[in-house]
């Protein structure tokens, strides 16, 4: 571990000054739990929601890099995987929605159903015993799956043999499948369900591309701040970042692709199932939220990730991924909030306090187990090829 | 030593060209196919059974043109019958061709050499397949011009508002662009051609097409970066094009058509479809022409992991479906589901299951995935599920619709099966004429690879 010497600090200074943030957010947090309890869960679902994309979409980058075993993989492989161990944070962190049923869904409130038909044909599945069931069984698959993927990856650096990365490859695929399945699920009840009487068979897609963009993002950070430390500084090259940002790149087209495609679809059918969910998030303040979503989600960072010199500049990759982070956060508020305020741009100051607080803990607890490992995988069999040739 | 290169083989990847090969034995053996006087027995009898095929396309046409589309079993709830089923079956396959040429050169993958050339043919031939049903159903084809935009005393201007037209822009770009990537990714094997044809027709033809390739500096330096922009250009084509195929159905509102996961769930099945038909014509071609050192088990391999990954995405299509179906809560929807899978077609539809979702399944298992025949197997019932996914499709959602008054049951005639299996009798003459003209492996490209695999050994 002397290759983390240099680094330390670093990570220690991000750790203290990210858990003063948890505490006081939490502090306030508990304030306006108690002073305003409805938008209290309103504001939680939405931090929740952005703050799982990070440990899931990691599971998922993770499994997409084993899978293809490029340079730009194994320089923020460590940094998943140390995010991805933050999911037992995130189950912690599930339990108030748990409280919040009734203010959160329209679903779970019993004399909404009572006169509601449509509810009741949907009650076999949007019931809260189940709700949960499912959501507990979406933890104990990915937990499993970050615990093995994670402890083989660790056991490998022990290890001359290449038996963990051969274990590792041939769950990548399996993993990735899963992944996509069971955050499809998710998404629907954690996000689409809000508006129960809402449906489109995209969200899933729309879900999970948004947490890669995020998570990616989240890595192209650190690896700029980590980079300029060993061991990361030893590998990383012009040709890894130039990956990362064509990676970006491709997320975040495909992230309009969906949603253009998505709201193509609704606009043309224009069936009174359907268009009421745009109609709310195209007026009332919601509308120019999203044209600021779509101009710094996709448009302005597609334009400059085209731009070979960008992508190999880890400090501008690094400032474009921030940019989208925060866009993300903004998306995510464009998706949830107008199922509570549909009539028009509604912002609270708990929307800001409870993503802080929560988002505070989350990188505390991701600084802690980083530096808990190596940050370059060793004797992986794999490293000697992808890097050889620099 | 030793135990690091136990460790390393387990890792190393598959050769993408066997061992022992010289720039002068790549050139030979692929150019010999081209030029070589004598034509062989079995490129004859293919090609003889193709055109018997195209000339079935061409009566059946012509017949058509004397008589109408009411030869075909085309009714009233079922107006887009097999016209629509092939024509999203065929640009379907050609995806591949795109795919393996573009993307894969983007993300820098090698193994994509030697299939390229082939792969972007078919997709030629397949948009030419296609694009014949479209033309047909019209009615009075030979007005197609009036699809497009242009000024004209009729005062006639394109809906711009329909799906259908952009597809009109969508497909002939995507062909337009394909040819040009395939060509220009021909050039300099025009010249190898031109170069070593002994022949002065053929010198002269090759010679034209090589438009004065001498392989200077300054000429590879051109032919890498115009080869790189039209790759760039060819990307966001081909997604584009499945993309507004599926427009034309999820932009209505029948159920069955009118779903948000179309684009994706389309794009996915273009390919899935697409690597089916490389695999199936490849497996044949390698055998026939000895070209198992530049086909390698990993480039099959790799195609079928291609398929494997598209052919999850589409069964994650059906699923989802399925389930937003009930979800939904709304009638029609449900029972547009439930007619699928129990009513009249549902031998279709879980045949298509069969064939799409259960069958590629296989290819999780190494020992089919080292066999050149399982793959060969597996490719076979993708072609067929493919077909079949876009009958359920068409047919299942619009066969019964809102007013049970006007049900009806649909199936092809003898007109609407031979058409189709006439265009396969185009696709396939043109592929035989391509194999026998035009160096079916990129030469040039095959030649990089051996200096890497000298690196390798």
């Known amino acids: 571990m002397e290759n983390l010497e240099s680094i330390k600090p670093q990570i220690n200074k991000i750790q203290n000054t990210a858990l003063i943030v948890g ?78 049923m009734e203010e959160l869904f329209l679903w779970a409130r019993p004399d909404v159903v009572a006169v509601d038909e449509l509810l009741q044909h949907k009650e076999p599945y949007l019931n809260i015993p189940f709700f949960t069931v499912r959501a507990a069984i979406a933890f104990g698959v990915w937990g499993l799956l970050i615990f093995l993927i994670t402890s083989w990856s660790k056991k490998q650096d022990n290890d001359s043999d290449g038996r963990y990365t051969g274990r590792i490859v041939r769950l990548a695929g399996p993993t990735f499948l899963i992944y996509i399945i069971t955050m499809t699920f998710m998404s629907f009840d954690w996000a689409m369900s809000l508006d129960p009487h809402w449906f489109s068979t995209i969200y899933g897609f729309v879900f999970v591309i948004g ?43 495909l992230w309009a692709y969906m949603n253009a495609s998505q709201f193509l679809i609704v606009w043309s059918g224009n069936l009174p199932e359907e268009i009421p969910w745009y109609i ?56 949830i909030a107008p199922n509570f305020h549909e009539h028009g741009f509604h912002f609270h100051w708990l929307d800001v306090a409870v993503p802080v607080g929560m988002g505070g803990l989350w990188v505390a607890t991701f600084a802690w187990l980083v530096k808990g490992r190596e940050l370059m995988p060793l004797n992986d069999p794999r490293l000697e090829e992808v890097f050889s040739h620099e | 030593m030793a135990d690091s290169k136990s460790k390393k083989s387990k890792f190393e990847k598959a050769p993408i060209i066997e061992p022992g090969h010289t720039y002068g034995s790549i050139t030979d ?86 299939i390229n ?35 004209n005393t009729m005062a006639l201007w394109p809906q711009f508002r329909s799906p259908l037209v952009w597809d009109v822009f969508a497909v ?85 058509w009118h779903a948000t996961i179309f684009p994706p769930y389309f794009v996915a099945g273009a390919v899935y479809a697409g690597f089916a038909m490389v695999l199936t014509l490849s497996i044949p071609l390698r055998k026939v022409y000895g070209l198992e050192d530049f086909i390698t088990m990993r480039h099959l391999k790799n195609m079928a992991k291609v398929m494997l990954a598209t052919g999850l995405i589409v069964a994650y299509g059906y699923m989802i479906e399925a389930f937003t179906a009930w979800y939904s809560g709304a009638e029609y929807e449900e029972y547009m589901i439930l007619n699928r899978m129990t009513g009249p077609y549902k031998h279709l539809y879980w045949a298509l299951i069969l064939c799409n979702v259960i069958a590629p399944q296989f290819i999780w298992i190494s020992k ?29 959602s619009l066969h019964r619709d809102f007013l049970p008054s006007s049900w009806d049951m649909y199936s092809g005639t003898i007109w609407d099966w031979a058409t189709y299996i006439g265009t396969m009798g185009l696709f396939l003459t043109l592929l035989f004429v391509f194999i026998r003209l035009v160096p079916a492996i990129s030469i040039f490209e095959m030649r990089t690879l051996v200096t890497d695999s000298e690196k390798e050994s």
Do not use: C
């Open chain 2, 172 to 256: 002939s770009t995507y062909a337009l662009v394909s040819l040009l990537f395939w060509y220009v990714g021909l050039v300099p094997d025009f010249a190898t051609l031109r170069d070593r044809a002994k022949n002065r027709t053929a010198q002269i033809i090759y010679g034209t097409l090589a438009m004065g390739w001498r392989g200077s500096a300054v000429h590879w330096h051109r032919y890498e970066t115009a080869y790189l922009l039209l790759a760039g250009l060819a990307t966001p084509l081909v997604i584009s094009v499945h993309t507004v195929v599926s427009f034309d159905f999820a932009m209505g509102i029948t159920p069955g």
């Open chain 1, 211 to 253: 947490q890669a963009v995020l998570t990616l993002s989240f890595a192209i950070v650190l690896v700029n701040k980590f980079g300029k430390f060993k061991p990361i500084s030893d590998y990383i090259a012009k040709k890894h970042t130039h990956d990362l940002g064509n990676l970006l790149l491709a997320f975040l087209s």
């Open chain 2, 29 to 114: 053996k692929i150019s010999s196919i081209v030029l070589t006087k004598k034509i062989r027995k079995s490129w004859l009898i293919g090609f003889s059974f193709s055109f018997m095929l195209l000339m079935v396309f061409l009566g059946s046409t012509g017949y058509l043109l004397m008589k109408g589309t009411g030869i075909w079993g085309l009714n009233v709830p079922v107006s887009w019958g097999f016209a629509i089923i092939n024509f999203v079956w065929w640009i379907g396959i050609g995806h591949a061709g795109t795919l393996i040429s573009a993307i894969l050169l983007l993300l820098r993958q090698d193994w994509r050499t030697s």
């Open chain 1, 280 to 335: 709310h998030r195209m007026n009332g303040g919601w509308g120019s939220l999203i044209v600021i979503v779509l101009t710094f989600h996709f448009i302005v960072p597609f334009a400059l990730l085209l731009m070979r010199r960008n992508k190999r500049n880890v400090n501008i990759l690094s400032k474009i991924a921030y940019v989208v982070i925060l866009v993300r956060f903004f998306d995510l508020l464009w998706l």
């Open chain 2, 117 to 151: 050339r082939f792969a972007e043919a078919m997709t030629l031939f397949a948009v030419a397949a296609a694009g014949m049903f479209p033309l047909l159903h019209m009615g009075r084809p030979w007005l197609f011009y009036w699809l497009m935009p242009y000024p």
């Open chain 2, 368 to 396: 089919v995935q080292n066999s050149v025949i399982g793959l060969f197997i597996v490719a076979m019932f993708v072609n067929v599920g493919m077909w079949l996914e876009r009958f359920v499709i068409v047919v299942t």
């Open chain 1, 23 to 100: 505490l006081v957010g939490i502090v306030a947090t508990v304030f306006g739990a108690l002073s305003a309890r409805e938008q209290f869960f309103q504001s939680y679902i939405l931090g929740y929601l952005f703050w799982i994309g990070l440990p899931v979409g990691s599971l998922a980058i993770m499994a997409l890099h084993h899978m293809v075993s490029g340079g730009w993989g194994f320089v923020i492989q460590r940094i998943l995987e140390a995010s991805s161990r933050t999911l037992p944070l995130m189950v912690l962190l599930f339990i108030p929605i748990l409280f919040g």
